[in-house]
């Protein structure tokens, strides 16, 4: 079963930030946590990943609480492209490539409007 | 890269039928993932492999189903006979070691009539 909580929905107005939270209160000390998106009849995409600093890309950031037991996925300027499922995924450190071993839950449906 | 390529891209085939679904993962990427999307269960793991070798098939639902990859650049999943309760998107992802994340196919949706 997936280790994390999220809401089933939320929406954001275009140009806004997107703020969405997970929580991950049973994550342990060698759990990283992930974040793809699934956008409509594709594949899911990885988006960002950390263990406990905040962290940044081009596509967004993550905020991960000093407790580790909650973290927020951050998309500083939505756009309706940004319209997808959102995944927060608990999962160990992967070495060695076997970074696609991973649980899904039901994700958080973002629905970016003009 | 052209990326993870699955094929067919959608396949409807009566039930009893043999069903092969087909993978070529990212070339030097030496892990290959297949899962599963339902409505009611989302996002299955269903058996992943480590350069060529099956590493965890715990996922894969029955004896139905099964998974080959005979060389690093092509895998096969199979369903024998085919039932309608195994109409889904089917995804592949390749990854290699040292990347931090999994990439993903555009899926195989499968419908069993």
């Known amino acids: 079963d997936a280790k994390t909580t999220q809401p089933p929905s939320m929406d954001c107005a275009e140009g806004r930030a997107a703020n969405l939270p997970c929580n991950h209160s049973?994550?342990?000390?060698?759990?990283?946590v992930y974040w793809y998106r699934q956008i409509h009849s594709q594949g899911p995409q990885y988006i960002i990943h950390g263990l406990k600093n905040n962290e940044t890309n081009e596509m967004a950031s993550l905020i991960i609480t000093e407790d580790r037991k909650s973290s927020t996925l951050i998309l500083p300027h939505a756009t309706l492209r940004d319209t997808a499922v959102y995944y927060c995924i608990v999962a160990e450190g992967r070495y060695g490539g076997s970074q696609g071993n991973l649980i899904f839950g039901k994700g958080t449906k973002l629905s970016v409007k003009p | 890269d052209a990326g993870v390529i699955q094929s067919p891209r959608h396949e409807v085939t009566e039930m009893g039928q043999e069903v092969t679904l087909r993978c070529k993962p990212i070339?030097?990427?030496?892990?290959l993932f297949w899962y599963r999307q339902t409505m009611m269960r989302g996002l299955e793991l269903l058996i992943y492999?480590?350069?060529?070798?099956?590493?965890?098939d715990s996922g894969m639902p029955e004896d139905r189903f099964s998974a080959k990859m005979p060389n690093a650049s092509f895998s096969t999943l199979k369903i024998q006979p085919s039932e309608p309760r195994d109409s889904a998107v089917y995804f592949c992802?390749?990854?290699?070691?040292?990347?931090?994340?999994?990439?993903f196919g555009q899926g195989t949706r499968l419908t069993v009539v």
């Open positions: 070339s030097g990427h030496d892990y």
């Open positions: 492999f480590n350069n060529n070798v099956p590493i965890d």
């Open positions: 992802a390749s990854s290699s070691q040292g990347d931090t994340e999994a990439f």
């Open positions: 049973t994550i342990s000390g060698n759990e990283y």
